[in-house]
């Protein structure tokens, strides 16, 4: 009787681990769709965010080909054609579209065939300047600006690639940039660190001349870290004599430009309103938490080196503890290339980011632009070997 019972109860004991294979498997299901929701959410999240970059670009590039259209679809309304009974017709219009004249007298009366409208082409605010100015070549340079003798014969000679790379074309106190690190400036190219640090050098040396200096400008490589400690492109005891401790009560912003993957993005500490703003032409290229930490980064490097100071300001506040924004509106470059261009184009405005930010969108050539910053470090009044080079090459040319 015993091992009936045991014959009869072995089909539920098989049946209980049926069940709970199967509840394992639907389980893993269950996992495993939840993984691929995810997965999918992620992708089109990203997705997303690709095809709005693309529609921005599209968006800024055919912004002025759309405001011409609008344009000219303005002016080539006509509201009313009156023939008049005296063989004679008029268009009375807001504005008359150009015509190739189509009516032909047939006696005594006018016969008004479909006028034919002469568009001008559609042409961009760049194009309509090119046509104003021709453009001239300037080294590897292209412009419509006016240059001078001087400066014309200080860019050939900077970029002329058959002389010395190594000879030095801008030196500061604490840098210096030869023909070799120069030619990073040339068409189509990425800004260098050796470029951007010697730029914010040139800048603190400017403001050295006001008797507060409200802004101060950081190289790229501040606050950056390896192992075995900082990495800075100077020493502590020289940035504490390039940014002095007593003058930190009286500066208003800080500027800070940042490197990653080849990208320049500009941080701007305003000690007024204790925010950190991001200035990036690129936006959705690099993670919004990734930027955060690398200003935060610059931020404790300050707080380090102007404890006292930034206490006595603050009373208990940091500017680690400073809010991060990232700024909309902020200019978007047109190329892969002129990150750099945009961040010193922000720096050199004198804090005056507003009005620097209509200028670049009414206006922005990247030749110009790096024409103007080679001459902004060449001509220098803080180069130490800017007019030595200038007058070895009026020399030459008077020999020659």
């Known amino acids: 009787m015993a091992s009936l019972d045991k014959e009869t109860a ?3 004991h098989l049946k209980s681990n ?7 498997l639907m389980a893993n299901l269950a996992n495993t769709q939840l993984t691929m929701k995810r997965e999918f959410e ?11 970059s693309l529609r921005d670009l599209l968006l800024s590039r055919l912004g002025d080909n759309v405001e011409n259209v609008k344009k000219e679809r303005k002016d080539d309304v006509v509201e009313v054609v009156n023939i008049s009974s005296d063989s004679s017709f008029s268009l009375s219009a807001r504005s008359k579209p150009k015509m190739t004249s189509t009516a032909t007298k047939r006696k005594g009366k006018v016969v008004l065939k479909s006028p034919v409208r002469v568009r001008s082409p559609i042409l961009t605010r760049q194009d309509t300047e090119r046509r104003g100015s021709a453009k001239q070549v300037i080294g590897p340079f292209t412009s419509t600006q006016h240059v001078s003798k001087r400066d014309k014969l200080l860019i050939r000679h900077a970029f002329d690639q058959s002389k010395d790379a190594s000879e030095v074309l801008v030196k500061s106190p604490w840098f210096h940039l030869n023909r070799a690190e120069f030619k990073l400036l040339l068409p189509e190219t990425w800004l260098s660190t050796q470029i ?6 040139l800048l603190t040396l400017e403001d050295f001349c006001e008797k507060r200096r409200v802004h101060w400008f950081l190289p790229p490589a501040f606050g950056v870290r390896k192992a075995g400690g900082r990495v800075f492109a100077y020493s502590e ?5 390039m940014y002095s401790a007593e003058e930190f009560s009286d500066c208003e912003k800080i500027f800070a430009p940042v490197l990653v993957d080849k990208h320049f993005f500009l941080s701007v500490f305003d000690l007024n309103q204790k925010v950190i703003q991001i200035w990036d032409s690129f936006p959705n290229f690099l993670d919004s938490i990734m930027m955060e930490e690398k200003v935060k980064q610059i931020a ?5 080196l102007f404890y006292v100071e930034i206490i006595r300001r603050y009373a208990c506040d940091m500017l680690v503890s400073f809010t991060v924004e990232i700024v909309v509106n902020a200019p978007r470059k047109q190329n892969g290339f002129d990150c750099g261009l945009f961040v010193l184009k922000l720096m050199r405005s004198g804090g005056n980011l507003d009005d620097c930010l209509r200028g670049m969108r009414k206006r922005f050539d990247s030749e110009e632009e790096r024409i103007e910053l080679a001459l902004f470090m060449l001509n220098n009044k803080d180069n130490e070997v800017g007019d030595q080079i200038y007058r070895e090459l009026v020399g030459q040319s008077q020999s020659g």
């Open 237 to 241: 005891e020289t940035l504490k004599t």
């Open 196 to 201: 951007m640090t010697m730029c914010t050098d």
């Open 42 to 52: 992620e992708s089109m999240n990203s997705l997303r965010v690709g095809m709005n």
């Open 300 to 304: 404790n490097e300050l707080d380090s």
């Open 10 to 12: 072995a089909p539920d």
């Open 18 to 24: 049926e069940l709970a294979s199967l509840h394992f």
